[in-house]
């Protein structure tokens, strides 16, 4: 295997690819007794279409859930009770354009991780078991469809980007789940599912030579077949403008402001850093703007800002609670306008890069998480672990330039207002 250094961190990954395309990571901590190992899968809520050897497919929304769901059936049974009498905890998620399944455990961890790769590696969609699911996601689309938090951003989205599969709530409807069989998930997991299409990381006291052994044995050979995602490269229509109102139950107003970056080209993921820094720069606690509107008592600690990226779509987002949501984004676009009169102050941008640098640095001791940024990073062809050059090569003038796209007219603005009041 070959090893990457990264001394300003003090990691070591060390990394092979087998015959069958399948990517291997490992995050050798010797003296740990935790182990953390992941499957990421680069196929998510938003791949509603693809190519498969020339012929178009297309599934409902929330197959990509709805399978996630039923890796955890087994021929013999659950794999939930199987990690329990190894002493592992396994769990999985769902995002708009990835899926990852995973377990953290203190006790036989070479063990553990044969059960998550025979687990993501044995499909058993009977009709019987997607039926008997069938419930359990439609309670789970309930409770989603009642939360105003879970709602906000799929509001927002829909506005946003309207007709994008990213519009789409990752868990699909009451309606699309009904469309979903047990043929649907099989045609998913066999073109997505697949060595070349993953990525293994693991991170713990097993060696790498064990963890690559591990996975060569367990996991299938290279499949046949081209699969070409659909996922859209930009947006499919303009973004809908102005304040577009939900009502649900809350006590105060909930907001979320977004500025669509129609496509990217060249590095999204310093696109999506420059984007951090610009709200950072533009909203941040330290920031003169975020003082005044908190002074005025417009936002509180729920209020946040910052770049979504979603593979070549990315976001400039705002979100907050406000008794005046409109009095917010007004005085937030005024700054922008500001700051691109006035430049990027850069002694307060090199602040601002330190301090992010900082925050990455701190989040390497969150177990598990790094395993997961590291796989995800990985699936774009990305090594998450060269976050110090990224940042540093963020410059003024890309900061700048996406703080010049925060104006009122450029603004999707979801609002979530209380039953009772008025417009």
Not at 77 to 102: I, K, M, Q, V
Request: proline share 7%; net charge negative; aromatic share 8%.
């Amino acid at each position: 295997m070959r090893c990457r250094d990264y001394p300003r961190l003090r990691e070591q990954v060390w990394e092979e690819v087998l015959p069958n395309g399948l990517r291997v990571l490992v995050l050798h901590k010797p003296d740990f007794e935790r182990s953390f190992a992941v499957v990421a899968v680069n196929y998510g809520a938003a791949d509603l279409h693809w190519r498969r050897d020339g012929t178009d497919c297309s599934v409902p929304a929330g197959t990509a859930h709805y399978l996630e769901h039923k890796l955890f059936d087994l021929p013999g049974g659950s794999a939930d009770e199987r990690f329990s009498a190894l002493g592992g905890n396994p769990n999985a998620f769902t995002g708009c354009c990835g899926t990852a399944c995973y377990v953290e455990t203190t006790r036989n961890p070479a063990e553990n991780l044969r059960q998550l790769l025979e687990m993501v590696f044995t499909p058993w969609f009977t009709p019987e078991l997607v039926e008997r699911e069938r419930g359990i996601i439609d309670q789970e689309i309930k409770m989603s469809d009642d939360s105003p938090d879970s709602r906000l951003f799929e509001f927002l989205n829909q506005i946003a980007l309207p007709g994008h599969p990213l519009s789409v709530p990752i868990l699909g409807t009451q309606d699309s789940i009904r469309r979903i069989t047990a043929d649907t998930l099989s045609r998913c997991y066999r073109d997505f599912y697949r060595p070349d299409n993953l990525v293994l990381c693991v991170e713990g006291p097993l060696p790498p030579e064990e963890v690559l052994a591990i996975a060569a044995a367990c996991a299938p050979p290279r499949l046949e077949g081209q699969v070409q995602s659909c996922f859209p490269e930009a947006m499919a229509r303009p973004p809908l403008r102005g304040r577009q109102t939900l009502r649900m139950d809350v006590a105060m107003p909930m907001f979320a402001a977004g500025f669509p970056l129609p496509s990217l080209t060249g590095d999204g993921v310093r696109t999506e850093l420059a984007g951090d820094l610009a709200m950072e720069l533009l909203t941040g606690t330290s920031s003169d703007c975020y003082r005044r509107l908190y002074d005025a008592g417009l936002i509180d600690d729920s209020f946040s800002a910052g770049c979504d990226r979603f593979r070549s779509v990315a976001m400039l987002t705002l979100s907050g609670d406000s008794r005046d949501p409109d009095a917010v984004l007004a005085a937030i676009c005024a700054e922008a306008e500001r700051i691109c009169r006035a430049g990027v102050d850069r002694e307060a941008l090199s602040r601002l890069k330190k301090a992010m640098f900082g925050r990455r640095v701190r989040s390497l001791d969150s177990f598990g998480a790094t395993c997961i940024r590291l796989a995800e990073a990985a699936l774009e062809g990305m090594d998450y672990l060269d976050f110090p050059a990224q940042i540093a090569a963020v410059t003024a003038g890309e900061v700048l330039d996406l703080i010049g796209r925060i104006r009122p007219e450029s603004a999707a603005f979801a609002v979530i207002a209380p039953k009772e009041e008025e417009t």
